[in-house]
């Protein structure tokens, strides 16, 4: 893609400064270590900065994921039962490992049929996501102003959607909100790519030797078993660790689980390395890396074409309106690393860099959204943008005299040539 090797500098400056404490930060607060799983950051959100002089905002441009949910695959919940079952019935298992057996049993019973459906926890971001963007945008969200909002065909994208336009219903009952799910729309809200999917196929060798070199279950096994030789004849201690570590991260998606903790059976070593493969896992399949040839992230071209239709939409309309979708972290995270935010595009051949570098869990938290907020001003053409990572000012690589917020028309032809610059 084109860049100024100052601009370029200067992203990735800011992008290691932001990164290079990710291992701190997961030590400090554990719970961000479970990546994608990452509770919606939403409890001290920074202030914003107000609009230059005389603009206000009248177009919001989204796309969001889902809220906190149950997990997919019905195996993170039994695998980890089942091996320390084979513990528990040779008397192998420390207190601890009795304990979180327990409680393992117990979280495996509830997800029964509710494999991937937005949680209780899940349903509450998205109303307060709701309530902050009408109230930090009141002039977006004026009188019978047309809400756009769209899902996935997914039902946890469905009812996520369902939360925000009902929490802005409920702050204005006058909004004429349209809500849809169809697979009409799904080339651009989940659009599926051949080339990429062969590309992530390709890779995934360099993920399984990274993971290879970087788990070693051995503290953690030394917690929950009693005897090491049984613990290393009898237990598939990989699997143990990777599935025991979805079920420990993604406790926090649910309010019936507050009580309940499990990732103190990893060593903050052991933490940070789950976390780092599953960081690399999808810097492989989306980011901007030469190791697939810089095309992964254009599987989200159809949702940038989206973006840019849906604000020209906006401009010839005339009035304050708001475009929002609902979708899943696979769509949020390669698109935020083709738009360039906060230095989403970095790139590099030697995965050992990349958690220094790119934090996935920045972008991608359960709910993780992007906002483009648009302004304008009575008299002027100049309409300005401003870029919202999960309600968190944001940078794009282009030069602004005015951040955080960027002239519209500066951003759009940015987006283009991003576009016209794929890689064929």
């Known amino acids: 893609m084109r860049r100024t090797a100052m601009l370029v500098s200067m992203v990735l400056a800011v992008a290691m400064m932001a990164m290079a404490g990710i291992r701190d930060d997961i030590k400090k607060n554990p719970l961000k270590g479970g990546s994608h799983y990452f509770a919606y950051p939403d409890s001290a959100l920074p202030a914003l900065t107000p609009a230059p002089e005389g603009y206000k905002p009248f177009f919001i441009n989204h796309y969001g994921r889902h ?3 149950w997990l997919i695959d019905g195996n993170q919940y039994v695998v980890p039962v089942t091996e320390l079952e084979k513990g528990e019935r040779n008397g192998k298992l420390t207190q601890r490992g009795r304990q979180l057996l327990a409680h393992l049993r117990t979280v495996k019973l509830a997800s029964t049929k509710r494999l991937g459906e937005l949680s209780d926890k899940g349903a509450e ?11 930090n945008f009141p ?3 004026a009188g019978d102003a047309p809400i756009d ?12 959607m369902q939360n925000e336009t009902d929490m802005l219903k409920s702050l204005n009952p006058n909004l004429r909100i349209t809500t849809d799910a169809s697979n009409h729309d799904m080339y651009y809200m989940n659009c599926h790519d051949t080339v990429v999917a062969r590309l992530r196929r390709e890779v995934a060798p360099l993920y399984e030797d990274f993971r290879s070199r970087h788990l070693n279950p051995k503290h953690m096994l030394g917690v929950l078993f009693t005897d090491k030789k049984f613990a290393a004849d009898s237990i598939d201690g990989l699997a143990l ?14 309010h019936a689980f507050d009580g309940m903790y499990m990732l103190d059976v990893f060593s903050d070593d052991e933490l940070f390395e789950l976390w780092s493969c599953t960081n690399v896992d999808w810097y492989l399949k989306v980011a901007n890396t030469p190791l697939t040839d810089h095309r992964v992230v254009y599987c989200q071209r159809n949702l940038l074409t989206d973006f840019i239709e849906a604000a020209d939409r906006a401009l010839a309309l005339g009035r304050n309106s708001a475009t929002l ?3 899943h ?3 949020v995270l390669p698109t935020a690393c083709l738009m360039g935010i906060n230095g989403a595009d970095f790139s590099t051949d030697d995965l050992e860099e990349v958690a220094d570098n790119w934090c996935s869990t920045d972008i ?4 993780g959204n992007i906002q483009l907020v648009y302004y304008r001003k009575a008299g002027s053409d100049d309409v300005l943008v401003k870029v919202l990572m999960n309600e968190r000012e944001a940078t794009l690589p282009i030069a602004t005299d005015i951040a955080p917020y960027y002239h519209w028309s500066e951003v759009r032809a940015y987006f283009m040539d991003v576009l016209a610059d794929m890689p064929r």
Do not use: K
């Open 125 to 135: 971001q998205h109303q307060r996501i709701a309530r902050r963007m009408y109230e």
């Open 139 to 141: 002039e977006v969200f």
């Open 325 to 327: 979708r609902f979708g």
């Open 364 to 367: 991608i938290p359960m709910a």
């Open 241 to 254: 660790m990777t599935n025991l570590y979805e079920v420990a991260a993604n406790l926090q998606s649910h």
């Open 67 to 69: 809220g906190s949910r």
């Open 329 to 331: 972290d696979s769509v």
């Open 149 to 160: 909002a769209r899902s996935t065909v997914v039902i946890r994208c469905i009812l996520s």
